[in-house]
């Protein structure tokens, strides 16, 4: 890979509520076009309003940002870090102005998703090509780093964080369980070109789960999902995450280790969905309960960001763990990876 010139990292997410006015508005925008009924939004609502109308991922992508700065003037790398949001302040389109302003021409984008998949890869593209147009003349060229479900470093980091929970719980033999974010069934079989025969967003969260456990020591593993949001009718993967615990303990497991793979921080969902949740089910059922740290707090996220940026500002070679899927992510000014990769599913209206 020849090396070209950036002049800035821009950190994209997914963004979250920060006050009690914020929580609405931020779930019509994540949701805008997918049928989800009011109801449902209400009942997320409410989830935010448990911990004050606060999610907690802005303030953990800037303590992650921090440590990436340290990292790139550890590594004497003259790269300033911009955040900016799909759907909350500071929204990419206002960031990526604010950029233009600074002079950036040309900056790589780290997107806060390991995997692929339309809304953990392509739909990142369209913020990039929605928040260029939205600038206009002048907007500075864009290059999203990667795919990293299969680094070492973030292995690595998972890794520990299982073996940490399973200390937790004084050596018992616990079953692991690891998860991701749900999404439609038919969004999955989208996921990637056409010609690899999609899955790619679950292949990868197995792949990913499957490398984990091996570095961990873990024997017997389970991969399942959380943090449904579509229409009762519409199928999504499955089994949830509070339905297996049920399983599991009508097969007489004791203790449960949960390690939230398909996730880089602990946000809302993280939060709630395996900290309250899955947490109190297996409470009410008589299990114990552990859950694997996720690895933004780890100093290895850090180095992991940085090593993707360089991949590009060095001509480093891309490390990864599995041969199963060729080295992805690397998209321009919102051009898909390949053509019809990872197409959005045309969403049902809600009745």
Known sequence: MGTVSYDALLWLSFGGPEGPDDVMPFLENVTRGRGVPRERLEEVAEHYRHFGGVSPINRLNREAMAAVEE???????????????????PLVEDTLERMRADGVQRALVFPTSAYGGYSACRQYDEDI??????????????????????????????????????????????????TAHSIPTAADAAAGPPETGGQRYSKQVFEAARLVAAQSGVEEHDVVWQSRSGPPHVPWLEPDIVDHIDALHEQGVRDVVV???????????????????????AAELGMGFARAATPNGDPRFAELVVELAQ?????????????????????????????????????????
């Open 71 to 89: 990292e790139l003037a550890a590594r004497g790398v003259e790269l300033p870090v911009y955040f900016g949001n799909r759907n909350w302040h």
């Open 259 to 281: 390690s939230p793979i398909g996730f880089v921080s602990d946000h809302l969902e993280v939060v709630w969905d395996l900290d309250n949740e899955a947490a109190d089910r």
């Open 129 to 178: 090509e929605r928040a260029r147009a939205a600038v206009g003349d002048g907007a500075p060229e864009l290059l999203k780093l990667r795919q990293f479900f299969d680094h070492p470093l973030f292995v690595s980091a998972n890794a520990d964080a299982v073996r940490a929970a399973h200390a937790e719980l004084d050596g018992r033999p616990a079953r692991t369980v690891f």
């Open 311 to 351: 991949e590009h500002l060095t001509g480093g070679g891309a490390r990864k763990l599995s041969e199963a899927f060729p080295v992805a992510g690397c998209t321009l000014n919102g051009a898909p990876c390949a053509e019809g990769c990872c197409a959005p599913v045309r969403r049902p209206a809600t009745s």
